[in-house]
């Protein structure tokens, strides 16, 4: 509709200055029909040279963000022609890759000829994630506004948006012991807190507690479950990802990266359990250091959040996790006896369990 | 729910909704520096104020202070495009204020100034149309100060100060295509309708102008801003954030629009010609159409567009009220041969209205078919009385007071349908005193003929009289009509006469003396009173709500008051001239005075003059019958008293502008007097603006360039090696784009040295340059003394390094 404005508020100039050269016997309006009929010409070439040359980069902070605080992306259009676009419209998608939140946007701004033209945009984000922006196309359109280019040109750019937990050092020190504790009080017990890893044939010298008497029989040869020893003096935490429409999930995140700082703060190794959407699977990672966290902490924010509650320890009790006690953080939570639960905001919480 | 909600958008206000949970905040752009931004906006509204009335001034050749008026229209511009960036109105509404205040000060300080600035510029247009048109007696208006090189000047700043502030408006808030082309064209119209074509480079500015309407208009990105807010939210749905201006957008435009206007110029001119342009049209249609109405109108003014009668001075035969404003084209109608003998003023009498009907003094013998034989002889008689007895006893008296004159009167411009004598002349048959109507085919002038009067003075009849009261003339032989009041003006002329103070007991010179000095003292004379609204009385209306007019506006009105009074009273139309208008006239050495004047005279010994009688000089007046008198003339028209004067400092301004070297004689240039068709005035302009930039720019690179050494060198060893790094990577960025990929001091250093090949411990330097940037830890002095001298040699070697061109990108920051 713009266009056709334009072009019809042209074809009056133009129609306009032939009449007043026809009725004046106006020189000056010669000139300035000539001027008039090549312009266009002009401007809709230097639109195809632009378009052949321009390049677009976006730059995000190379550095984690904490959600709610400012970052900034930089924009940066280099024409190198001498033909200047007035009118350029940059269409981006913006989301959060950890929610799949995303939108539209357009950017409007000018490409000066022979120049850089850098735009800055501070960017607040209030959950945190994996923020991505990416370029689908620019729209060029020339000086007179009558004709437009549509390139499409993909640049993108991303920042990790991290919780930004709260300190809660003494109370996960607290959790953590207990856990512990419950652990080695089952173990005490006879409580096997080893993994099961395999099935095999026996072989002399195996203990007796482990062989599969049903799977033996079945199979009229001894078999024995091949197991994996696993520390009684480590903490498993399980990550429900589930998010509601209240952004639950926020809070949880929020949560688990206090909790988890807090451990390793004080040198307490835990091995961190989620539901990974892009793998399929429950994904266990043992954290021994801030690094190893911070590692897990971006694994986990590339990652996807999912709707089912509960999806995480379902699989966590499919693998046979939950045999001994462990760390869940996530909502909606009635089971947790006093001290065994640390409560974040709106209905999360870590709870031990098991 | 909603409580939280409502938190989150406050905390959000203002914020940009990018996606759910994602906020952006006011983006930001560099637009550069303040100054020069509102230069390059305020160039737009420039550059078509100075098209229009440069181009308009330039296409009649007028010539004015180039300099002055260019420097006056950028400031303004600029003083306006500031405005518009203040970032609150209140701002933008004092400051109009301001200049309000500042522009009428100036109005009433150079009024005089404009006012004569204004007449060159009309009388520039009427000469064009004079010669265009064929039009003969286009009036010249005398400007009040001669120097026209500045009266112009001011005049076109005045008009550029109200274009520029209407333009401002338009441009800024709508960028209106249609608003600029009706404040700019039309005033060319004016020299394009008379086949003048402005200067070339007026054209271009004016075409400069309006392309980049055009083009912000067509771009939508013309809206003033603030500084901090470079861009704006639009379009709620679709999330979209446009900027707003850009200087660097602006200043690319207008280059290109330059470029490509005088590449457009020279390609068209080398190629078409505006002779080969012209002679493609065979006819001027528009001039043949409109050359009558237009002519008409330059004459007469909007009156000649509508007015029933002639206005141009001379004879209306008794015909009122149609006419707006009299435009007397001051060419000569009679020339006069007599020899002067008093410094009264001389009356040719031409036309006499007896009856006031429709607007209109008609001839009391106006229709001899309806006029009885008798009527006829009594007014002849009446007539005879007044005028050929008092002749016929002047011509026989052979005593001092003797004295009779000849006048010869020549038409070469007035109405032919007239006889145009003086007063107490002798006739053989004085139905001559009737009018036109009913003896134009066999007595009035005919073009380029001449007449010749005897007459006998009135000076000399006057004196001769002296104190005695002349024989009563029975005034009941006076026709009737010449006093009658019609109905429709009884009311009003009573009234008149009450507020004149006039009484029944009132002599007829007391009457007519109060009635003159009414009317001088209460209505003032002027020859643009306004045409008479239809329906309206000529009389009632001048004397009612008008109360302003010219000799037939007073004439009238007297006539019907000295009849209201019982004097015996008519309307006269014919020419009046005084001695000064005598002196001024060329003497007729050819003629004997002897011949044209004997006896009493009231200033002596006189030559033969030759009087050019114009078309201003026509005029209207009464004569009032007076028992043992006659008929007299009696002038109630007051005199015109527009008065001037000069400001002695604004003399001494223009005394200091137009620069005395036009007076020294040794052919100096004046100030600012620039050569507009040889265009050395531009490449001056050019020259100036190149400079001021010039300065600007060095000056710029100058106080950086200080202010950096200063960092560099400053007593904080520290801060010092930190600045000096910082211009190192400053240098380097600019070098190289690339460098800003660099995010460590590291990668900084190892690229340095593999770009420029300078070889250094990069691991040391870095070390030591993190440990003054972000430790606590100190370096010592050593150290920082080395790391210094390790910079100054990279500087070195970067420098050496690069090429001419990035040399000369260094020198710029």
């Given at each position: 509709?713009?266009?056709?404005?334009?072009?019809?508020?042209?074809?009056?100039?133009?129609?306009l200055n032939v009449f007043i050269m026809l009725v004046f016997h106006s020189y000056v309006n010669l000139i300035l029909l000539v001027g008039l009929i090549l312009f266009p010409f002009y401007s809709i070439y230097g639109i195809h040279k632009v378009k052949?040359?321009?390049?677009?980069?976006?730059?995000?902070?190379?550095?984690?963000?904490?959600?709610?605080?400012?970052?900034?992306?930089?924009?940066?259009?280099?024409?190198?022609?001498?033909?200047?676009?007035?009118?350029?419209?940059?269409?981006?998608?913006?989301?959060?890759?950890?929610?799949?939140?995303?939108?539209?946007?357009?950017?409007?701004?000018?490409?000066?000829?022979?120049?850089?033209?850098?735009?800055?945009?501070?960017?607040?984000?209030?959950?945190?994630?994996?923020?991505?922006?990416?370029?689908?196309?620019?729209?060029?359109?020339?000086?007179?506004?009558?004709?437009?280019?549509?390139?499409?040109?993909?640049?993108?750019?991303?920042?990790?948006?991290?919780?930004?937990?709260?300190?809660?050092?003494?109370?996960?020190?607290?959790?953590?012991?207990?856990?512990?504790?419950?652990?080695?009080?089952?173990?005490?017990?006879?409580?096997?807190?080893?993994?099961?890893?395999?099935?095999?044939?026996?072989?002399?010298?195996?203990?007796?507690?482990?062989?599969?008497?049903?799977?033996?029989?079945?199979?009229?040869?001894?078999?024995?479950?091949?197991?994996?020893?696993?520390?009684?003096?480590?903490?498993?935490?399980?990550?429900?990802?589930?998010?509601?429409?209240?952004?639950?999930?926020?809070?949880?995140?929020?949560?688990?990266?206090?909790?988890?700082?807090?451990?390793?703060?004080?040198?307490?190794?835990?091995?961190?359990?989620?539901?990974?959407?892009?793998?399929?699977?429950?994904?266990?990672?043992?954290?021994?250091?801030?690094?190893?966290?911070?590692?897990?902490?971006?694994?986990?924010?590339?990652?996807?959040?999912?709707?089912?509650?509960?999806?995480?320890?379902?699989?966590?009790?499919?693998?046979?996790?939950?045999?001994?006690?462990?760390?869940?953080?996530?909502?909606?939570?009635?089971?947790?006896?006093?001290?065994?639960?640390?409560?974040?905001?709106?209905?999360?919480?870590?709870?031990?369990?098991? | 729910?909603?409580?939280?909600?409502?938190?989150?958008?406050?905390?959000?206000?203002?914020?940009?909704?990018?996606?759910?949970?994602?906020?952006?905040?006011?983006?930001?752009?560099?637009?550069?520096?303040?100054?020069?931004?509102?230069?390059?906006?305020?160039?737009?509204?420039?550059?078509?104020?100075?098209?229009?009335?440069g181009g308009f001034l330039s296409a009649f050749d007028i010539s004015y202070n180039y300099l002055l008026v260019i420097v006056v229209y950028l400031m303004i511009s600029m003083y306006f495009s500031f405005l518009y960036a203040l970032p609150r109105f209140?701002?933008?509404?004092?400051?109009?204020?301001?200049?309000?205040?500042?522009?009428?000060?100036?109005?009433?300080?150079?009024?005089?100034?404009?006012?004569?600035?204004?007449?060159?510029?009309?009388?520039?247009?009427?000469?064009?149309?004079?010669?265009?048109?064929?039009?003969?007696?286009?009036?010249?208006?005398?400007?009040?100060?001669?120097?026209?090189?500045?009266?112009?000047?001011?005049?076109?700043?005045?008009?550029?100060?109200?274009?520029?502030?209407?333009?401002?408006?338009?441009?800024?808030?709508?960028?209106s295509l249609f608003w600029t082309v009706l404040l700019t064209f039309p005033l060319l119209f004016i020299p394009l309708y008379m086949k003048l074509t402005p200067d070339s480079f007026y054209m271009i500015a004016l075409g400069i102008g309006y392309m980049?309407?055009?083009?912000?208009?067509?771009?939508?990105?013309?809206?003033?801003?603030?500084?901090?807010?470079?861009?704006?939210?639009?379009?709620?749905?679709?999330?979209?954030?446009?900027?707003?201006?850009?200087?660097?957008?602006?200043?690319?435009?207008?280059?290109?629009?330059?470029?490509?206007?005088?590449?457009?110029?020279?390609?068209?001119?080398?190629?078409?010609?505006?002779?080969?342009?012209?002679?493609?049209?065979?006819?001027?249609?528009?001039?043949?159409?409109?050359?009558?109405?237009?002519?008409?109108?330059?004459?007469?003014?909007?009156?000649?567009?509508?007015?029933?009668?002639?206005?141009?001075?001379?004879?209306?035969?008794?015909?009122?009220?149609?006419?707006?404003?009299?435009?007397?084209?001051?060419?000569?109608?009679?020339?006069?041969?007599?020899?002067?003998?008093?410094?009264?003023?001389?009356?040719?009498?031409?036309?006499?209205?007896?009856?006031?009907?429709?607007?209109?003094?008609?001839?009391?013998?106006?229709?001899?078919?309806?006029?009885?034989?008798?009527?006829?002889?009594?007014?002849?008689?009446?007539?005879?009385?007044?005028?050929?007895?008092?002749?016929?006893?002047?011509?026989?008296?052979?005593?001092?007071?003797?004295?009779?004159?000849?006048?010869?009167?020549?038409?070469?411009?007035?109405?032919?349908?007239?006889?145009?004598?003086?007063?107490?002349?002798?006739?053989?048959?004085?139905?001559?005193?009737?009018?036109?109507?009913?003896?134009?085919?066999?007595?009035?002038?005919?073009?380029?003929?001449?007449?010749?009067?005897?007459?006998?003075?009135?000076?000399?009849?006057?004196?001769?009289?002296?104190?005695?009261?002349?024989?009563?003339?029975?005034?009941?032989?006076?026709?009737?009509?010449?006093?009658?009041?019609?109905?429709?003006?009884?009311?009003?002329?009573?009234?008149?006469?009450?507020?004149?103070?006039?009484?029944?007991?009132?002599?007829?010179?007391?009457?007519?003396?109060?009635?003159?000095?009414?009317?001088?003292?209460?209505?003032?004379?002027?020859?643009?009173?306004?045409?008479?609204?239809?329906?309206?009385?000529?009389?009632?209306?001048?004397?009612?709500?008008?109360?302003?007019?010219?000799?037939?506006?007073?004439?009238?009105?007297?006539?019907?008051?000295?009849?209201?009074?019982?004097?015996?009273?008519?309307?006269?139309?014919?020419?009046?001239?005084?001695?000064?208008?005598?002196?001024?006239?060329?003497?007729?050495?050819?003629?004997?005075?002897?011949?044209?004047?004997?006896?009493?005279?009231?200033?002596?010994?006189?030559?033969?003059?030759?009087?050019?009688?114009?078309?201003?000089?026509?005029?209207?007046?009464?004569?009032?019958?007076?028992?043992?008198?006659?008929?007299?003339?009696?002038?109630?028209?007051?005199?015109?008293?527009?008065?001037?004067?000069?400001?002695?400092?604004?003399?001494?301004?223009?005394?200091?502008?137009?620069?005395?070297?036009?007076?020294?004689?040794?052919?100096?240039?004046?100030?600012?007097?620039?050569?507009?068709?040889?265009?050395?005035?531009?490449?001056?302009?050019?020259?100036?603006?190149?400079?001021?930039?010039?300065?600007?720019?060095?000056?710029?690179?100058?106080?950086?360039?200080?202010?950096?050494?200063?960092?560099?060198?400053?007593?904080?060893?520290?801060?010092?090696?930190?600045?000096?790094?910082?211009?190192?990577?400053?240098?380097?960025?600019?070098?190289?784009?690339?460098?800003?990929?660099?995010?460590?001091?590291?990668?900084?250093?190892?690229?340095?040295?593999?770009?420029?090949?300078?070889?250094?411990?990069?691991?040391?330097?870095?070390?030591?340059?993190?440990?003054?940037?972000?430790?606590?830890?100190?370096?010592?002095?050593?150290?920082?003394?080395?790391?210094?001298?390790?910079?100054?040699?990279?500087?070195?070697?970067?420098?050496?390094?690069?090429?001419?061109?990035?040399?000369?990108?260094?020198?710029?920051?």
């Amino acid at each position: 509709m713009r266009r056709l404005c334009n072009m019809v508020r042209y074809a009056f100039i133009i129609v306009l200055n032939v009449f007043i050269m026809l009725v004046f016997h106006s020189y000056v309006n010669l000139i300035l029909l000539v001027g008039l009929i090549l312009f266009p010409f002009y401007s809709i070439y230097g639109i195809h040279k632009v378009k052949e040359s321009f390049t677009l980069r976006i730059v995000a902070p190379d550095e984690n963000m904490e959600r709610g605080s400012r970052f900034y992306l930089h924009f940066f259009v280099k024409n190198s022609t001498w033909f200047p676009v007035v009118n350029a419209t940059l269409k981006l998608k913006v989301g959060n890759q950890f929610y799949q939140e995303e939108g539209i946007h357009y950017l409007n701004l000018p490409i000066r000829a022979k120049k850089e033209t850098e735009v800055v945009y501070p960017v607040i984000m209030d959950y945190s994630g994996c923020f991505r922006i990416s370029s689908e196309s620019i729209c060029l359109v020339d000086l007179l506004g009558i004709y437009e280019v549509t390139i499409p040109i993909n640049v993108e750019a991303e920042c990790l948006v991290f919780p930004g937990g709260k300190e809660r050092n003494q109370e996960a020190g607290k959790i953590y012991m207990q856990g512990v504790a419950e652990a080695m009080e089952s173990r005490e017990k006879g409580y096997d807190f080893s993994e099961v890893s395999g099935i095999r044939e026996y072989i002399p010298g195996d203990k007796l507690q482990n062989i599969h008497w049903k799977l033996s029989v079945k199979k009229d040869e001894l078999m024995v479950k091949e197991r994996v020893s696993v520390s009684a003096m480590q903490l498993n935490v399980l990550v429900e990802l589930a998010n509601d429409k209240d952004m639950c999930l926020e809070s949880v995140l929020e949560l688990t990266d206090s909790i988890t700082k807090a451990f390793v703060m004080q040198n307490l190794p835990f091995t961190i359990y989620y539901y990974s959407t892009n793998m399929g699977e429950l994904k266990g990672c043992y954290i021994g250091n801030e690094i190893e966290r911070i590692q897990w902490l971006e694994m986990l924010l590339y990652d996807r959040c999912y709707e089912d509650a509960g999806l995480a320890e379902e699989m966590f009790f499919k693998q046979n996790l939950a045999a001994r006690s462990y760390l869940y953080i996530g909502h909606a939570l009635e089971d947790a006896a006093a001290g065994n639960i640390i409560s974040g905001e709106k209905r999360a919480a870590a709870v031990l369990r098991g | 729910m909603l409580f939280r909600k409502k938190k989150k958008e406050e905390v959000h206000k203002g914020d940009i909704f990018l996606a759910k949970g994602i906020y952006l905040e006011k983006p930001m752009m560099n637009n550069g520096n303040i100054i020069f931004n509102c230069f390059l906006r305020s160039l737009i509204v420039f550059l078509l104020v100075l098209g229009s009335i440069g181009g308009f001034l330039s296409a009649f050749d007028i010539s004015y202070n180039y300099l002055l008026v260019i420097v006056v229209y950028l400031m303004i511009s600029m003083y306006f495009s500031f405005l518009y960036a203040l970032p609150r109105f209140v701002y933008r509404d004092i400051g109009y204020i301001l200049f309000f205040g500042i522009f009428v000060l100036a109005i009433y300080t150079l009024k005089l100034y404009a006012n004569s600035g204004f007449y060159v510029c009309v009388n520039a247009v009427l000469n064009r149309a004079q010669t265009f048109f064929n039009l003969s007696g286009v009036r010249e208006y005398e400007s009040q100060i001669s120097n026209d090189y500045l009266t112009v000047a001011i005049v076109a700043i005045f008009i550029g100060m109200v274009s520029i502030i209407i333009l401002n408006i338009w441009i800024y808030s709508m960028m209106s295509l249609f608003w600029t082309v009706l404040l700019t064209f039309p005033l060319l119209f004016i020299p394009l309708y008379m086949k003048l074509t402005p200067d070339s480079f007026y054209m271009i500015a004016l075409g400069i102008g309006y392309m980049a309407v055009v083009i912000f208009k067509a771009n939508g990105h013309y809206l003033a801003f603030a500084w901090d807010t470079p861009f704006k939210i639009k379009g709620f749905k679709e999330r979209r954030v446009v900027y707003t201006q850009d200087s660097g957008i602006f200043r690319q435009i207008l280059i290109t629009l330059t470029l490509l206007g005088f590449c457009m110029v020279i390609l068209v001119e080398s190629f078409f010609s505006p002779n080969a342009f012209e002679h493609r049209f065979k006819s001027d249609r528009l001039r043949d159409a409109t050359a009558d109405s237009i002519g008409n109108f330059i004459l007469l003014g909007f009156a000649g567009l509508y007015n029933q009668y002639a206005s141009t001075g001379g004879m209306s035969g008794g015909k009122l009220g149609g006419v707006s404003n009299v435009r007397p084209d001051y060419l000569p109608d009679l020339i006069v041969s007599y020899t002067p003998y008093s410094n009264e003023a001389v009356y040719l009498k031409a036309y006499t209205g007896g009856i006031y009907g429709d607007n209109e003094w008609e001839s009391l013998y106006g229709d001899p078919d309806a006029v009885s034989q008798n009527e006829m002889d009594d007014n002849t008689i009446f007539e005879e009385e007044s005028m050929k007895e008092q002749s016929i006893a002047l011509s026989e008296a052979k005593n001092t007071y003797s004295a009779r004159g000849r006048m010869d009167i020549k038409n070469v411009g007035a109405n032919t349908a007239y006889l145009y004598y003086p007063y107490y002349t002798l006739f053989d048959d004085y139905s001559i005193y009737n009018n036109h109507n009913l003896l134009s085919s066999t007595q009035g002038i005919g073009a380029q003929q001449e007449a010749v009067y005897y007459y006998y003075p009135k000076i000399v009849w006057e004196d001769y009289l002296g104190e005695d009261i002349p024989e009563k003339i029975d005034s009941s032989q006076v026709n009737p009509d010449f006093l009658d009041v019609p109905e429709k003006n009884r009311a009003v002329i009573e009234q008149e006469c009450r507020q004149i103070g006039l009484a029944s007991f009132m002599t007829e010179n007391e009457i007519v003396e109060a009635v003159r000095q009414y009317f001088q003292d209460n209505i003032p004379y002027t020859l643009k009173p306004g045409a008479t609204p239809r329906n309206e009385d000529f009389i009632n209306y001048f004397l009612t709500r008008n109360r302003k007019g010219y000799c037939a506006h007073f004439a009238s009105a007297a006539t019907l008051i000295f009849r209201q009074m019982g004097i015996p009273a008519r309307y006269v139309e014919g020419y009046a001239f005084s001695l000064e208008a005598v002196l001024d006239s060329e003497m007729n050495e050819g003629k004997e005075a002897s011949d044209y004047y004997r006896g009493y005279s009231g200033i002596g010994e006189a030559p033969v003059m030759d009087v050019e009688v114009t078309d201003a000089m026509a005029h209207a007046w009464v004569e009032i019958y007076v028992n043992g008198f006659g008929w007299k003339v009696v002038e109630v028209t007051p005199g015109s008293n527009e008065t001037t004067d000069e400001d002695d400092f604004w003399s001494a301004f223009t005394a200091f502008l137009s620069n005395n070297a036009e007076g020294n004689g040794d052919g100096g240039i004046r100030w600012g007097d620039l050569n507009l068709s040889q265009y050395k005035w531009l490449i001056y302009v050019i020259f100036i603006v190149i400079a001021c930039i010039l300065i600007f720019m060095i000056g710029k690179i100058g106080i950086r360039k200080v202010v950096r050494y200063k960092r560099c060198n400053q007593k904080n060893l520290t801060e010092a090696v930190i600045a000096s790094y910082a211009d190192i990577c400053d240098m380097v960025r600019v070098c190289d784009d690339d460098f800003n990929l660099c995010r460590s001091h590291m990668e900084q250093l190892e690229f340095i040295i593999s770009r420029y090949s300078f070889a250094i411990e990069k691991e040391t330097v870095c070390q030591w340059l993190e440990q003054i940037s972000f430790s606590t830890k100190n370096v010592s002095n050593e150290e920082i003394k080395t790391l210094r001298s390790l910079l100054h040699g990279m500087r070195k070697a970067i420098w050496k390094a690069v090429s001419l061109r990035k040399k000369l990108a260094l020198c710029k920051r």
